[in-house]
């Protein structure tokens, strides 16, 4: 069975494309989805093709590696990400005042800024 990445796929629309790896563009309808199945733009797939009235289509797709659904639902509302990134933005420009001035911050805080860093990004990377 071929694989390949979602390149496209519209939730409301219940249609996308996989980019298959060896390059060939296949159509995707939500009813060859496995149930409780949601494609993000980058989930790696595999799937049967047959063709359509349109050119080749996915049959029988198969999720190879797909985000955790559980950070998704754990993600901060928009309006809390704000205050933390507004926070976040007051520690660093403390942070660069110092480095201005030749000194970087000491081990504990500098784990700290780090650690923040991380799971903000993680946040967002969902």
């Given at each position: 069975?071929?694989?390949?990445?979602?390149?496209f796929y519209d939730e409301e629309k219940g249609f996308g494309f996989i980019q298959?790896?060896?390059?060939?563009?296949?159509?995707?309808?939500?009813?060859?989805?496995?149930?409780?199945v949601e494609l993000t733009a980058g989930m790696r797939l595999e799937y049967g093709v047959a063709d359509g009235r349109r050119g080749p289509q996915a049959?029988?797709?198969?999720?190879?590696?797909?985000p955790p659904r559980a950070?998704?639902?754990?993600?901060?509302?928009?309006?809390?990400?704000?205050?933390?990134?507004?926070?976040?933005?007051?520690?660093?420009?403390?942070?660069?005042?110092?480095?201005?001035?030749?000194?970087y911050p000491d081990r504990q805080a500098s784990r700290q800024v780090a650690?923040?860093?991380?799971?903000?990004?993680d946040d967002f990377d969902v």
């Amino acid at each position: 069975m071929p694989t390949g990445k979602v390149r496209f796929y519209d939730e409301e629309k219940g249609f996308g494309f996989i980019q298959g790896d060896d390059g060939e563009q296949v159509y995707v309808h939500a009813s060859v989805l496995p149930d409780d199945v949601e494609l993000t733009a980058g989930m790696r797939l595999e799937y049967g093709v047959a063709d359509g009235r349109r050119g080749p289509q996915a049959l029988s797709v198969r999720v190879l590696d797909a985000p955790p659904r559980a950070a998704r639902r754990n993600r901060k509302p928009a309006v809390e990400m704000a205050v933390i990134v507004e926070d976040l933005m007051k520690m660093l420009d403390g942070i660069g005042e110092r480095l201005q001035h030749g000194q970087y911050p000491d081990r504990q805080a500098s784990r700290q800024v780090a650690t923040i860093l991380r799971r903000l990004a993680d946040d967002f990377d969902v």
